[in-house]
């Protein structure tokens, strides 16, 4: 048996990443001719079919395609790594890193934390993939991402989780609804009013799942994929809706506003977390933004501690 080639798990990488050999191609700036006989002579050196092709649609990799994506990839870790060691990149951390953030993540978490990545890791490239849970999942195994910042949704057993932060449901209501400046309020006495539900894969369950508990049958109104949207309709007085995330700002984007009300009820908080493929080795740039990720969102809670300690204090002054 020969040696397999490095350069050629790098090629197979890329297509599975692009599902196509044209794109992992172009990214590669080479032929897809040269991409096409890697993966073929791969294919051959093990005696496997590493991807299924599909007219039309790209290319799906088999099963036996996946295990070697994460065999691939933790193999060239290790490469990375001896290199590294070995002086051939310097002390300064550089590289590309492909990252998938869950769609809700984005705006509110993840794009402050890779700016403030990027300023201190200038030679890294971070490509970012907006996606819903089922997306993470599936591009995860099939090695179009190397990591995610994601909800604790539906994860399965063999995948690496990191918790980042413990985020509790809280009430979503119009800014005049009568209950907007309680304190806190109970789901049974939302029951009969029209529930806007965030309908996403996994997240809807989540969702209902909290009535469920409680033995609550929701009066569902209107659901939306879009975050946003569902902080709009509700601002613009449609109902109410449950969320985890607290953006900064209390105004949606047509300039309504909306009231974050903690839940009486003791309901299943989610976690944000780092994701990634169990039993493959990561590279030093990986460990990197996983470790600043980590300190991003242990300052963010001592941050929104020192806050909510300070509007105590204020509220006993007044």
């Keep these: 048996m020969n040696r397999l ?72 870790a290790h490469a990375d790594e001896f290199q590294l060691r070995a002086g051939a990149l310097g002390h300064s951390l550089e590289g590309e890193l492909s990252v998938a953030c869950f769609t809700n993540l984005g705006p509110v978490y993840f794009s402050n934390l890779l700016a403030q990545f990027c300023r201190i890791h200038p030679s890294v490239s971070v490509k970012i993939y907006v996606c819903d849970q089922q997306e993470i999942l599936s591009g995860l195994v099939g090695g179009q991402y190397e990591l995610a910042v994601t909800f604790d949704l539906d994860i399965p057993k063999h995948f690496e989780w990191l918790t980042l932060a413990v985020i509790p449901p809280q009430v979503v209501l119009p800014a005049k609804h009568k209950l907007a400046n309680a304190r806190r309020v109970s789901l049974e006495r939302l029951a ?27 009066n569902l109104r209107f659901s939306s994929t879009n975050f946003e949207m569902v902080r709009t309709l509700v601002g613009n007085g449609l109902g109410y809706s449950i969320l985890n995330l607290v953006p900064h700002s209390p105004s949606t984007y047509d300039g309504t506003r909306v009231r974050y009300v903690p839940i009486i009820e003791n309901l ?39 806050q909510r300690a300070g509007l105590q204090k204020n509220g006993r002054r007044n």
């Design 5 to 76: 080639s490095l350069r050629a798990l790098q090629y197979f990488l890329e297509a599975a990443r692009n599902k196509s050999v044209t794109a992992a191609a172009r990214q590669l700036h080479i032929s897809p001719a040269s991409v096409s006989v890697a993966i073929s002579d791969l294919e051959a050196e093990l005696d496997i079919q590493l991807f299924v092709r599909q007219p039309a649609r790209g290319m799906k990799l088999t099963p036996a395609g996946e295990v070697i994506v994460a065999e691939a990839r933790s193999l060239l």
């Design 268 to 306: 299943r908080p989610l976690e944000v977390g780092c994701l990634s493929v169990g039993r493959v080795a990561q590279r030093r740039v990986a460990k990197a933004f996983i470790e600043y990720t980590r300190k991003y969102f242990a300052d963010a809670a001592v941050s929104q501690a020192k």
């Design 192 to 218: 009969s009013e029209p529930l806007i539900l965030m309908d996403l894969p996994h997240t809807r369950d989540y969702f209902m799942s909290l009535f469920h508990g409680l033995h609550i049958s929701p």
